[in-house]
């Protein structure tokens, strides 16, 4: 009950196409879900986070769709950059409780 | 200012051997946690600390891992007798308060032959 499960592992998209990264969870606890984002060598960096009482939330290019119901939430990168090529982590946390990760999409923008 | 730090960046070491990972959390971060990032997998808590006590060990895998930090400064991680299977990079993070947003070092690779 404490995983979270994210898909795809792996997605490769072109220059200004949009990819969306979703994630499922069963703990009807958790109450934020922060997407990370890690370039090769480097530790995750909070890119943009959600908690339930909405159902999108959008930082720039990056938009997180939020499915209370169905436990689900996504992220989407809108007009996708080579310089967005990551991995992308979604995590869920319930009150004072652990951070709980994916296992993460790798993400390639080609040009 | 500066981010956390972790020390060394890689570490190789043989089956057996003992060793020591180093972190420094951003100034004035009450909070500092430990993960472990096998390849291909999410990040894997390990422990958290609130100062100098650790409310939160569960995710320590066994007895041969062990933390300590010293105030609200430096922590470090040790794994005695390692394994093969110890071998991850091995992330620090820090928040001001804790659970906080995370501000994750660049982490330790640990190769165990």
């Known amino acids: 009950q404490q995983q979270v499960k994210q898909s795809p592992q792996s997605l490769i998209v072109q220059k200004g196409g949009i990819p969306i990264i979703n994630c499922a969870y069963e703990n009807t606890a958790f109450d934020y879900f922060p997407w990370y984002q890690q370039f090769p060598g480097k530790g995750p960096a909070l890119l943009i986070a959600i908690r339930p009482d909405v159902s999108e939330k959008k930082e720039g290019r990056f938009t997180i769709s939020f499915n209370k119901s169905a436990k689900q939430f996504s992220l989407h990168i809108m007009d996708s950059q080579p310089g967005d090529s990551a991995t992308y982590f979604c995590?869920?946390?319930?009150?004072?409780?652990?951070?709980?990760f994916g296992k993460g999409t790798k993400l390639t923008v080609n040009p | 200012g500066a981010g956390v730090s972790q020390s060394p960046s890689n570490k190789v070491t043989e089956k057996g051997k003992d060793v020591e990972l180093r972190c420094d959390p951003i100034s004035g971060h009450t909070a500092l946690y430990w993960y472990r990032q096998r390849l291909g997998q999410g990040l894997e808590f390990l422990i958290y600390f609130q100062g100098n006590s650790a409310p939160d060990k569960s995710g320590l895998p066994s007895d041969r891992f062990s933390a300590e930090r010293t105030g609200e400064s430096v922590s470090t991680l040790t794994i005695q007798r390692t394994q093969q299977e110890d071998s991850a990079v091995y992330l620090c993070a820090s928040s001001p308060l804790p659970w906080d947003e995370q501000y994750f070092g660049p982490g330790t690779r640990l190769t165990v032959t």
């Open positions: 995590a869920a946390q319930g009150g004072s409780e652990k951070l709980v």
